[in-house]
């Protein structure tokens, strides 16, 4: 039976986290992961493309939407392990990834944790390398100034970066929507994320075991994450496909979701395909 059950809660460690829930729960499920300083509502364009053929879920980080903090430090290693903890509550044996930029990061870590957890990872505008020190000091930096100024100013620099030359005019609501999430997030979620970006580990020595079906997408004006970070990834992970999404800049999804969504339909398609057929010979499923 088809349903689309927004504006879920379930407790995951010390913490309440809001998902959506939608399509069969039958059909084999894809996790979708914001990045930041969004939350799962980035993602409205994916759940209404597949929620008839997937069991799409969508979920706000700690501290993100509608999810609670907790009293952890936030680090990527701990969204992973929040993200374990979540299909644990969810009885999700096995899943398709898809995380967006530092969505990317913690999709990239849990393959790192839990690998047998996770059947096909498809990751958007993302990379592998950690920060450099003039990173760091620049995400510092600018914490110092959110913590002055408000979000307003930051807002305005990631929005430039987020959507390609074209989008002011054809996409309009979706920046001024995109804008709203980015200065709804609280100022200490955000310096603790900045943060938590800024001390994340590399995970491009664990790409060469990377071995299940996995789409690496790149927007075309991407000046965030530049697509040579891309095709880095794609040398090192065995049989991984690169699609560059034209018209779009960082915020690919949102950018240009209908050639997003395309080549992610092909991907989450192949990654089922597999799984039915490794099913005949292991009944115990994937939920």
Not at 24 to 32: A, G, H, L
Not at 44 to 60: A, C, M
Not at 251 to 260: A, C, K, M, T, W
Request: aromatic share 8%; proline share 2%; charged share 25%.
């Amino acid at each position: 039976m088809r349903r689309d059950l927004e504006n879920l809660f379930v407790t995951v460690d010390d913490i309440s986290v809001s998902y959506t829930d939608s399509g069969n729960e039958k059909d084999y499920p894809v996790i979708f992961i914001h990045g930041f300083p969004l939350n799962k509502s980035m993602w409205e364009n994916q759940r209404n493309e597949f929620w008839n053929k997937y069991r799409v879920i969508t979920y706000d980080l700690r501290g993100y939407g509608n999810s609670e903090s907790g009293f952890k430090k936030i680090s990527i290693a701990l969204f992973a392990t929040d993200l374990l903890h979540f299909m644990d509550a969810l009885g999700l044996n096995k899943v398709i990834l898809c995380g967006f930029s530092m969505g990317g990061y913690i999709a990239l870590q849990a393959m790192e944790k839990f690998p047998e957890r996770i059947a096909g990872l498809a990751l958007a505008n993302t990379q592998c390398q950690a920060d450099t020190q003039k990173a760091k000091e620049k995400r510092i930096k600018t914490c110092d100034i959110i913590r002055q100024k408000g979000l307003e100013l930051f807002a305005d620099e990631l929005l430039k970066g987020f959507f390609y030359t074209g989008s002011e005019k054809e996409n309009s609501k979706s920046i001024l929507e995109i804008r709203r999430v980015i200065e709804g997030t609280s100022v200490e979620v955000v310096c603790d994320s900045l943060m938590a970006l800024a001390n994340r580990k590399e995970t491009c020595q664990g790409l060469d075991r990377i071995d299940v079906p996995t789409l690496i997408m790149a927007g075309k004006e991407d000046t965030v994450i530049p697509l040579e970070k891309s095709e880095f990834m794609k040398t090192k992970i065995k049989g991984a496909t690169l699609h560059i999404i034209s018209d779009a800049a960082h915020l690919s999804n949102v950018d240009n979701p209908l050639e997003f969504n395309r080549h992610l339909s092909q991907f989450l398609q192949q990654v089922k395909l597999q799984q039915s057929h490794l099913l005949i010979t292991d009944r115990d499923g994937y939920k």
